[in-house]
């Protein structure tokens, strides 16, 4: 579902948009407001409901028309490169966080293997680590991912949401290159490495949304979040079966290498491709580049020289969200990072077809996904407050 029949996705004239208090886009400003806040919480698991309340309380404000030309498609406008963009981050975001959990059940696992005379030889697991210290070594990434949630909004607002985003996945990216040496060096340097990376990856979710605070239109929030926030349930799908893919028939080492030189390459596309504001693109056309900063210049931007952090931490609402946000992440993580153990352990299930089975919930997720963050659009088109969005896409 569409929240507003713009001229560009429906392929009719466009309609004359009402007066906007911009400038000329000839003149490119520096820089629209926004509605987001960088710092917020990190709405990771909640795409829909969280792209809803990237708003106020009101219902969205009315869409003006996208003056592009009839016929315009959508992998011609910037707004869409960089949210496809973005999906392929949080692809790598969680190709990245998820690969160990794989390769730690080909890493503790005694293998056979046939000689050329046909003898069948066992192979002991290459590290003897029990039950407990592979959940250390599992959750060691969150122990550094929850410090810099907050940090991670401060930095995109102070040094750009695009350039801490992209440096942030590149620099976890390097280090999951330099894991499989480092894992053999000891489990005490592994586990300070993954603390490492989760404090790389912990800023990539604020930082996201300062990049949507001045790329996405407000009636197209929602839809733009789910796009990129859905690479993440991607990533999930793909780097679970994959992963044990490669631990069976190339080594474990292979599913380290093999996402850490893919992520790399995105990076490079990224620095390529989404630039920090729309006027500073030069691919994009001055009707795209109209059409954004008008319908920004819409929103209402508070101007605080003080973050009220008392109100904050005393608003209901503020601790309804954390508690449900608390409760999703327990489910979500513990399946991610136990399930392939659980099924080598107890169901004694084969590595390849452990990772397959892993990768079924996030399917159904991506699937709901998408149809949420439409939904949402529809719904604060007129229809419904943001709040009221949010707490019937939550429900």
């Not at 886009?25 to 820089?31: D, E, F, T, V, Y």
């Not at 039950?131 to 949630?149: A, C, D, H, K, P």
């Not at 659009?377 to 429900?395: C, H, P, Q, V, Y």
Request: overall charge negative.
């Amino acid at each position: 579902m569409r929240s507003s029949p713009v001229a560009d996705e429906c392929g009719e004239a466009p309609r004359p948009s009402p007066p906007l208090a911009v400038s000329s886009c000839a003149s490119r400003p520096a820089g629209p407001g926004t509605g987001l806040s960088a710092a917020g919480m990190e709405g990771e698991h909640l795409p829909a409901a969280a792209g809803a309340a990237y708003g106020s309380t009101t219902p969205a404000p009315p869409a003006h028309a996208d003056p592009s030309a009839p016929g315009w498609r959508f992998w011609r406008r910037r707004r869409y490169v960089v949210a496809a963009m973005a999906f392929l981050g949080f692809f790598n975001v969680y190709a990245l966080r998820v690969n160990l959990s794989v390769a730690i059940v080909a890493m503790t696992t005694a293998t056979t293997t046939t000689l050329g005379n046909g003898t069948t030889v066992q192979v002991p697991a290459e590290f003897d680590w029990d039950s407990q210290t592979q959940g250390l070594i599992l959750s060691s990434f969150f122990y550094g991912y929850i410090v810099t949630q907050v940090p991670g909004g401060w930095l995109a607002a102070r040094m750009g949401g695009s350039r801490v985003y992209g440096a942030g996945l590149a620099a976890t990216a390097v280090l999951t290159l330099l894991t499989p040496p480092i894992a053999r060096a000891g489990t005490a340097w592994l586990i300070a490495v993954r603390i490492v990376e989760g404090l790389f990856e912990g800023v990539t979710y604020p930082c996201i949304h300062a990049v949507w605070a001045r790329w996405a239109p407000p009636a197209e929030r929602s839809r733009l979040a789910t796009i990129a926030f859905s690479g993440s349930y991607a990533g999930t799908v793909v780097s679970l079966p994959l992963s044990g893919v490669l631990a069976a028939h190339l080594g474990w080492p292979s599913i380290f290498y093999l996402f850490g030189v893919a992520a790399l390459v995105w990076y490079a596309f990224w620095l390529y491709l989404v630039k920090e504001n729309p006027e500073d693109d030069p691919q994009i056309s001055e009707e795209e580049l109209h059409y954004i900063q008008s319908t920004l210049a819409t929103v209402p931007v508070p101007k605080l020289t003080q973050q009220p952090w008392g109100k904050f931490l005393t608003s209901m609402p503020v601790w309804a969200i954390v508690a449900a946000h608390f409760s999703e992440n327990w489910g979500f993580y513990t399946l991610l990072t136990q399930l392939p153990t659980f099924m080598k352990d107890v169901l004694h299930v084969e590595i390849e077809q452990s990772g397959f089975l892993s990768a079924l919930p996030y399917i159904c997720m991506s699937v709901i996904l998408q149809a949420a963050g439409h939904l949402a659009d529809w719904l604060r088109a007129g229809r419904m407050s943001t709040t009221a969005a949010s707490d019937f896409i939550s429900e």
